[in-house]
């Protein structure tokens, strides 16, 4: 909520009515807060920070989901799942860092794996990483709720996580147990275009 009122805040510049014989009130000065990044070594992300909106979902991107604090993970066998949690100084692996491509929409976005395949949504639901080229099954819409991310892949569902690390996009509705923070190093847009 604070990025965005802030946003609206710059946007959107009102002035008081001033009438004539009005004494001038003082203003105080108030602190701005900076969106600087500052580097905190024991931090469990350190160079990667949340993006916010879907301007900044490109480059490289992490998929955390929020339950299990675990990244997605590609493997060798171009299955999809769930990564090791880890110790909180520890990088996420080649694995789990995959790569956001922009989509045929402003809201959709294409992932390509780190073994150079894109994520792809299967006919039962299933996600994979064995396509080589972008096509409908490849976009994932974002969608941005409260804090959190999901994804909604082409057959209308969004992201679902199975008991045994399976990743799919079967679920109706979001719901906690499917939202994901969206992280990423690149560096941060200021009202840019695609």
Request: aromatic share 8%; glycine share 8%; charged share 35%.
């Amino acid at each position: 909520k604070q990025w965005y009122q802030r946003r609206v805040r710059e946007a959107v510049k009102s002035s008081k009515l001033k009438f004539k014989g009005e004494k001038k009130k003082r203003k105080r000065k108030r602190e701005e807060k900076t969106d600087e990044w500052v580097e905190d070594p024991t931090a469990r992300h350190r160079v990667w920070w949340i993006v916010r909106d879907i301007l900044d979902v490109r480059g490289s991107v992490l998929l955390e989901h929020t339950e299990s604090t675990s990244y997605i993970t590609a493997r060798e066998d171009a299955s999809i799942g769930l990564g090791d949690v880890r110790e909180q100084t520890e990088d996420p692996e080649n694995a789990e860092i995959f790569t956001a491509l922009p989509g045929s929409a402003d809201d959709k976005v294409a992932i390509k794996t780190g073994y150079d395949k894109f994520l792809s949504v299967g006919v039962d639901g299933g996600i994979t990483g064995r396509s080589e080229a972008i096509g409908m099954r490849e976009e994932f819409q974002l969608v941005f709720e409260e804090g959190f991310q999901t994804l909604q892949g082409c057959n209308g569902r969004y992201l679902t996580f199975g008991e045994d690390g399976s990743i799919g996009c079967t679920a109706e509705e979001v719901k906690d147990s499917n939202k994901v923070i969206i992280r990423t190093r690149e560096t941060r847009t200021v009202n840019q275009r695609r």
